[in-house]
């Protein structure tokens, strides 16, 4: 896709959030999400992991705003960027290759996340009880994990020194 095209779309996005500001109630903090919606189809038609980023960001972000300005300043904003970053990973690891570092954005993601339900629940360290739980659940699936076949020991290997 040429840069002609991938500009194209983000000014169409762009346009299209102005005419909903200025024809509807709409604040413009939709231009935000829009916008993540510009870049999420150029990754879309392009492949291309530069789009997929600021797209996952601004649109979650984006929507975090407008909810926002529907309900309210309790943390819609930060669970919505956080929700961002873990569509990132989502996307990622649903199109491209197995193997990859598609799972750095679940680390920011996260955190924003926690951080956004605590406001957004009112139970003020959120964190002490999410991220132990975290933790657990983590390794527990680690425990469940069936070994890969590239030569990760099993449980049920027995070391046998005279190799019989």
Do not use: H, K
């Not at 926002?68 to 989502?90: H, K, N, T």
């Not at 193997?99 to 680390?107: A, E, N, Q, S």
């Not at 920011?108 to 964190?127: F, H, K, Q, R, Y």
């Not at 009880?129 to 975290?134: E, K, R, S």
């Amino acid at each position: 896709m040429t840069s002609q095209r991938i500009l194209g779309l983000l000014l169409i996005a762009i346009g299209a959030a102005l005419l909903l500001v200025f024809t509807t109630d709409v604040g413009g903090e939709v231009v935000v999400g829009f916008l993540g919606l510009g870049f999420l189809a150029a990754y879309a038609m392009t492949r291309t992991y530069g789009f997929l980023v600021p797209g996952g960001i601004l649109t979650g972000l984006g929507a975090g705003l407008v909810i926002e300005s529907q309900v309210g300043p309790r943390g819609w904003a930060v669970f919505g960027l956080g929700c961002g970053f873990l569509v990132i990973a989502v996307i990622d690891r649903l199109v491209s290759t197995p193997g990859g570092v598609w799972w750095w954005p679940l680390i920011p993601g996260g955190i924003l996340v926690v951080a956004g339900a605590s406001n957004l629940t009112g139970v003020p360290n959120l964190e002490r009880y999410l991220v132990p739980a975290a933790l657990i659940i983590i390794g527990v699936a680690l425990l469940l994990r069936r070994p890969s076949s590239d030569g990760e020991e099993t449980a049920t290997e027995v070391y046998d020194p005279d190799g019989s």
